[in-house]
């Protein structure tokens, strides 16, 4: 399996079949599991499951990975940006923050991206870590100095 989890490439061995989801009161829902098992064992087994049975155990697999961008655009959405907070439980409240939010998010990564790359030393450091690539931490903090230092928010009480 390729990427997994941003970590490259990875071995794991696969079982698969269809089956019957079915709840009591609803129509029974036709599916494709898998079964995942690391071999080196630093993972544990997981079942996997999808409506699509015409999908290919390797497909549902890769999916599955893929998902891993989408849980940490949440996770960092979450914790820099306050989406989920107490303020935002109402379904309107959903409605008008959540979309404004995660276009702040996509800003903010892009404005970051293009600084980034004409300056190598945009990751911020400490001296017991050192990080390849920055985080969404680091692309706030260097997107908040740049327009900090635009005269338009500089003399701004």
Do not use: N
Not at 93 to 98: E, L, S
């Amino acid at each position: 399996m390729e990427d997994w989890y941003g970590g490259g490439e990875r071995t794991v061995e696969v079982a698969s079949a269809t089956a019957v989801w079915y709840s009591t009161g609803l129509p029974a829902v036709p599916l494709r599991w898998i079964l995942v098992r690391d071999p080196q064992g630093e993972f544990k087994t997981q079942a996997l499951l999808c409506t699509d049975l015409g999908a290919d155990p390797e497909q549902i697999l890769r999916w599955f990975v893929l998902r891993w961008q989408m849980e940490s655009t949440f996770q960092e959405a979450r914790r820099h940006l306050g989406v989920e907070t107490q303020r935002q439980w109402s379904e309107m409240a959903i409605r008008r923050t959540i979309p404004a939010l995660l276009g702040l998010f996509s800003l903010v990564t892009l404005f970051a991206h293009q600084r980034m790359v004409r300056s190598i030393g945009a990751v911020r450091r400490a001296a017991w870590y050192r990080k390849p690539w920055p985080t969404f931490s680091d692309a706030l903090a260097l997107v908040r100095k740049e327009l900090w230092a635009q005269e338009t928010f500089r003399d701004s009480p």
